[in-house]
């Protein structure tokens, strides 16, 4: 298995631009997450999706926006990008069982100017 | 809202020490916890979990301790290695309600082992 990847690895926008940052799963996963983490900071997180069709916000939403179409894609939408959205982008999953372990895949560094 | 906190922002060790990364958690009612392990340019990679009706718990080289009477996690690390020099994040189990398994993360420690 592949596990979670994510694409582009590094993205420079300018300010005002959109764009999509792709994650998908290859462990037939529902639940997919994406974070944000600032320099020296933890991890926060934007949204989340506990299957197909359904998502639902974190605790920093704004200025993104989700979709889940299939059980295995949960790309991030953002739109008109601003600078306080730099920051390396994380996306993870994890199985419907007992435990809450997510796997992570590598990350997308995202720079607004 | 509660939050997970970390009381060392960095640790330095000499290689083949034990290190011991500590964190305090605020919400009783989590019942779940979780370390990651995260080197620089790469995503988190999970070390070890722990849930609430436990109070240790061991694997490779590492043990988790939950004192939840002080609402306390430890990861203790034995015989620390060059590899093992990374940021290390406690986590918890928050759900807004519903059995959702979402994690809230500290803002994690630094660990770095000198040769």
């Known amino acids: 298995n592949a596990g979670v990847t994510q694409t582009p690895k590094f993205r420079i926008l300018k300010i005002g631009q959109s764009m999509t940052l792709q994650c998908t799963q290859d462990?037939?996963?529902?639940?997919m997450y994406w974070y944000r983490q600032d320099p020296g900071m933890g991890l926060k997180l934007i949204y989340y999706?506990?299957?197909?069709?359904?998502?639902d916000k974190g605790e920093v939403p704004n200025g993104y926006n989700v979709s889940r179409s299939t059980t295995e894609d949960f790309p991030l939408r953002l739109e008109l990008a601003a600078p306080s959205q730099t920051s390396v982008y994380f996306c993870?999953?994890?199985?419907?069982?007992?435990?809450?372990?997510?796997?992570f895949g590598p990350g997308t560094r995202l720079t607004v100017t | 809202g509660e939050n997970v906190g970390l009381h060392l922002p960095t640790l330095s060790v000499q290689e083949g020490d034990n290190s011991i990364i500590n964190c305090a958690y605020s919400?009783?009612?989590?019942?779940?916890f979780i370390w990651y392990k995260q080197e620089s340019g790469k995503g988190p990679q999970f070390i070890i979990d722990?849930?609430?009706?436990?109070d240790k718990r061991q694997g490779q080289r590492v043990t988790v301790l939950l004192n939840k009477t002080v609402k306390h996690l430890s990861l203790q690390i034995a015989a620390t290695q060059p590899g093992d020099s990374a940021v290390y994040f406690c986590?918890?189990?928050?759900?807004?309600?519903?059995?959702?398994?979402?994690?809230?993360f500290g803002k994690g420690t630094k660990l770095s082992v000198k040769p």
């Open positions: 993870a999953s994890r199985s419907s069982g007992q435990g809450y372990e997510q796997y």
């Open positions: 999706s506990v299957g197909a069709g359904i998502t």
């Open positions: 462990m037939n996963h529902n639940y």
């Open positions: 919400n009783s009612a989590s019942d779940y």
């Open positions: 986590a918890e189990n928050w759900d807004s309600g519903g059995s959702q398994g979402n994690l809230i």
């Open positions: 722990i849930r609430s009706n436990m």
